[in-house]
């Protein structure tokens, strides 16, 4: 879903009852947000941390985004009991390439 | 008024436990339909209902990244729930309701129950609560991408 004026816009993706939303118009956030609550039962979470299982963690500074899934790799481990008898070992990524 | 082709489609409770953060634990039931075992015929545009793709997904938060933007994120109760029906669908009693409201043995049988809300489970609830949440957007003054669009 997309909405547009001028040089302001306002992006919402729907993924079934997962909303996010971007938008460089910050009266437009307000309605959106008090709009949607009227009209249905909602959860405002904040900023974004956890979005169908991808983590997004940002550093705002440097303007970096990094897409993880952390959490769903330890959950793997945990299910097959490897989360404690194993050691962590760095992989072969240029970390420069990374960021 | 009752729509005598329409088949019944027949219920079921999920129990689940949940462990919250504070160590409690909390006992949540839902009613859902078997809609697996639902011999209605529906159309294709009575079923299907779209969701965001991966790209869009990506598009979004690099948008973000790129003017240095927050991104919200909203999460809707019981989504399917605010579906509004728009043909008949009937269920079967659901187990422990006549119990419940002190009804005799028979009323299991005797009786089927009309649905008000799209439940979880049916054939048609992922399009009733898009095709709700697509008339709450357009009344937001929102389109949907062109590039991508939502058959409706």
């Known amino acids: 879903m997309l909405y547009l004026t001028g040089s302001k816009f306002a992006i919402v993706l ?12 910050d009266e437009k956030l307000q309605e959106i947000k008090i709009k949607l609550s009227q009209e249905f039962e909602t959860t405002d979470l904040g900023e974004v941390q956890k979005f169908l299982g991808m983590e997004i963690y940002r550093d705002r500074s440097r303007k970096l ?3 993880h899934q ?30 | 008024m009752i729509d005598k082709n329409a088949s019944i489609v027949s219920p079921r409770w999920l129990f689940k436990v949940k462990n919250e953060a504070n160590n409690k634990i909390r006992r949540k039931s839902r009613l859902v339909a ?8 529906y159309d294709i545009d009575e079923t299907y209902a779209p969701v965001a793709g991966l ?34 669908v009937y269920i ?8 419940w409201l002190g009804k005799d043995k028979n009323f299991d049988q005797d009786y089927i129950l009309e ?14 609560w898009f095709v709700r949440f697509d008339k709450a957007m357009k009344k937001l003054r929102f389109s949907s991408y062109p590039f991508q669009p939502c058959y409706i």
Do not use: Q
Request: with cysteine.
């Open chain 2, 115 to 128: 649905l008000l809300k799209s439940i979880y489970g049916l054939k048609v609830s992922p399009k009733r």
């Open chain 1, 70 to 99: 952390k959490s769903l790799i330890e959950s793997i481990l945990k299910k097959f009991y490897i989360d404690e008898n194993c050691r962590t070992v760095s992989t072969p990524i240029l970390s420069t390439d990374a960021e």
């Open chain 2, 55 to 88: 790209v869009d997904i990506r598009f979004l938060i690099a948008t973000a990244n790129k003017f240095d933007l927050n991104i919200y994120h909203l999460d809707v109760k019981t989504a399917f729930l605010n579906g509004k029906l728009e043909k008949k």
């Open chain 1, 14 to 25: 729907v993924y079934v009852d997962d909303i996010i939303l971007t938008t460089n118009d």
């Open chain 2, 92 to 99: 079967k009693v659901p187990e422990g309701l006549g119990e």
């Open chain 1, 65 to 67: 985004m990094v897409l």
């Open chain 2, 34 to 41: 078997r809609g697996f075992a639902d011999s209605n015929f």
